[in-house]
């Protein structure tokens, strides 16, 4: 198989099947006949810009991104990242506690990232309120902020 047909391949697993591990597409390309290796594989999600995006199960799942949602997880992430200080949480609201002058950028990020489980943001200058959409655990949500604050 060459490359143009492996990426065709790799990019119609990932709209059909939920992977999170690169482990995982070099065993699909074995079950169709097709001998890869995992450092093929990391160069083609890198060359197709393939990106990890949390879900609900504790881990991260590859997409291929809208044409503006990449960046603005990429700068969720970094933002996170740079000026987290602690969260907590109770009954469907997290306050996430960020150094002075970036809880409005964090939670604009948030908002335009659009995850699924969150309903709205509230935030000041060093802190956002993420209030939750009915009925998701907490616990959820603050495994993906745990993801996205991962190195």
Do not use: C, W
């Amino acid at each position: 198989m060459n490359k143009k047909d492996r990426q065709k391949a790799l990019l119609l697993l990932i709209k059909e099947h939920p992977v999170g591990r690169q482990e995982d597409i070099v065993a699909h390309f074995e079950k169709i006949g097709e001998k890869v290796t995992q450092a093929t594989i990391s160069r083609d999600i890198n060359e197709l810009g393939l990106i990890k995006v949390p879900n609900s199960h504790d881990g991260f799942l590859y997409h291929l991104p809208k044409s503006d949602d990449r960046p603005y997880l990429q700068r969720l992430r970094r933002a996170l990242q740079q000026s987290f200080l602690n969260l907590r949480a109770q009954r469907g609201m997290i306050m996430i506690k960020v150094q002075p002058g970036n809880g409005q950028l964090v939670a604009n990020l948030i908002e335009q990232v659009q995850l699924p489980e969150i309903f709205a943001t509230i935030s000041d200058d060093g802190s956002v309120l993420v209030l939750l959409k009915d009925g998701i655990p907490t616990a959820k949500v603050i495994n993906i902020i745990q993801k996205l604050l991962e190195k």
